[in-house]
């Protein structure tokens, strides 16, 4: 690929042979998308131990979920000038290290800032990975194949984080949640210096701080509001505050961006390739897809069917492994199809898969109401997210990668905030509508349906959106 950038550019990573390279991506996305769900099983007993509040006890969530999040641009302009064996060691010391510090955790004000450090660890691993395989595989069919094979790791650490976050606080602790990161992180911070070893560090230019400042503040103030919004709603104080505030950060941002930094953080020029622009603009989308079919369908077995968490998390095993092979066998076709078949293709599978899902209640069966719609819109997200992250990462300046992938990934975690706000408050309150007439699972039910109706529609206008692309694109 050619560069439009007069800096330097970043040697390729090929240090280590090229599977070793997939391998440290994979797993790295493997623990990031791992950590965002495996506590959720052990907050019962994180709250009796530290003595939570119940309000409190959402920050452990939320606080990962926040500053990962919030620091993603962050850290992948960090990436390109630091090169992304620095920030995949930095991100991995500082993930394994908060892990370290919330496993032996003896108050809850101390694992909350854990959890907010581990965030920003993570916030540096995910753009880091991306730009060791925009850099790394260069040649259509492997990058597309690497796309494939990262996109599968983190459908792993989603299946994975319910699995063992009950095997292991019913077995061992909760502690162990956090703990088990440690010699993890320790393994793949060798593998970083030693497969990365020889490559340039990045850029000899300054961080633009006043972007780096608006942008990071911008963006968390926007997320910290929205996740208010479940409990204030959304004209309260609390929620209109912080989301007013993050946009007018944002729109300073693009401002100082545009306008005033001789190196910004995020180039605007990106947006001119019309991957970067489109791709991201379905990834913001996206985000609400993957929300409504595994967090909103775990509550649907749980609250209306009647399932255990550890039941539930079985119950969308099949659903996972459909999604990693249909991921990879989508990443095969990348090269010979181009963007815009398999987006559509993904988008035709949400639109049945939901609109079958919506018709379920409290007397469904699980064969015929769940696990056929669950499979098809799993088939449909193996279709669309390594497609989506290979279109709006491709045809960039090797010097840009790091903020091309942190752009992607900060997209698809904001719409994902975004959209469980959205779905969470519709379906509160039409359950709350239903209660007066209904018994307390009907009511449930009928929440949890007009979700998966609107993720109907989330998918129905990602392929409007798709029809932007060139007929013919290839990632």
Not at 214 to 242: E, F, K, N
Not at 358 to 382: E, F, K, N, R
Request: net charge positive.
């Amino acid at each position: 690929m050619t560069s439009t950038s007069t800096a330097p550019q970043q040697a390729r990573p090929h240090a280590g042979p090229a599977w070793l390279l997939l391998s440290l991506a994979c797993a790295c996305q493997f623990i990031v998308i791992l950590d965002a769900s495996i506590v959720n099983v052990a907050l019962p007993s994180i709250r009796a131990d530290l003595g939570f509040t119940p309000t409190g006890l959402a920050w452990v969530v939320n606080g990962y979920l926040l500053t990962f999040a919030g620091f993603m641009l962050l850290g992948g302009r960090a990436t390109d000038l630091f090169g992304p064996r620095r920030m995949l060691a930095a991100g991995l010391v500082a993930f394994s290290a908060s892990s370290l510090v919330g496993g032996l955790a003896s108050a809850a004000e101390v694992l909350v800032a854990a959890r907010v450090t581990q965030g920003i660890g993570a916030a540096m691993l995910a753009p880091a990975t991306l730009a060791v395989l925009n850099t790394s595989f260069t040649e259509p069919k492997a990058r597309a194949k690497a796309f494939g094979a990262w996109s599968a790791a983190g459908g792993v650490g989603g299946m994975a984080g319910a699995l063992a976050g009950g095997a292991i606080t019913t077995g061992l602790s909760w502690r162990w949640v956090f703990l088990i990161n440690v010699p993890i992180g320790a393994v793949l911070i060798v593998v970083a210096m030693m497969s990365l070893a020889g490559t340039r560090t990045g850029r000899r230019e300054p961080l633009d701080l006043p972007g780096a400042v608006t942008g990071t503040a911008g963006l968390a103030a926007l997320i910290y509001g929205v996740m208010r919004s479940a409990d204030h709603g959304w004209t309260s104080a609390l929620v209109i505050g912080p989301v007013a505030a993050g946009l007018l950060l944002l729109v300073v941002f693009t401002l100082v961006e545009g306008r005033f930094a001789s190196r910004p953080m995020m180039p605007l020029r990106l947006f001119g390739i019309r991957g970067v622009a489109v791709g991201n603009a379905m990834l913001l989308l996206f985000g609400g897809i993957p929300i409504a079919m595994w967090y909103f369908t775990s509550l649907f077995l749980q609250n209306v069917l009647g399932y255990s968490a550890l039941q539930a998390g079985l119950g969308q095993t099949p659903a996972a492994v459909t999604f990693m092979v249909i991921a990879r066998w989508a990443a095969a076709l990348l090269p010979r199809t181009g963007v815009r078949p398999l987006t559509l293709a993904g988008s035709a599978c949400f639109l049945a898969g939901f609109g079958w899902l919506s018709q379920a209640h409290a007397d469904s069966g699980y064969v015929t109401s769940v696990l056929g719609p669950t499979l098809l819109i799993a088939a449909g997200i193996g279709l669309t997210f390594p497609t989506l992250m290979a279109a709006a990462t491709a045809d960039v300046p090797e010097g840009d990668a790091g903020i091309t992938g942190g752009l992607a990934n900060t997209a698809v975690q904001v719409g994902g905030s975004i959209g469980l706000a959205v779905l969470a408050t519709a379906a509160s309150t039409r359950a709350a509508t239903e209660a007066g007439v209904s018994p307390p699972a009907d009511a449930l039910a009928a929440g949890y349906d007009l979700v998966f109706l609107m993720a109907a529609g989330i998918g129905l206008a990602i392929a409007v959106v798709s029809v932007l692309l060139p007929r013919h694109r290839r990632a």
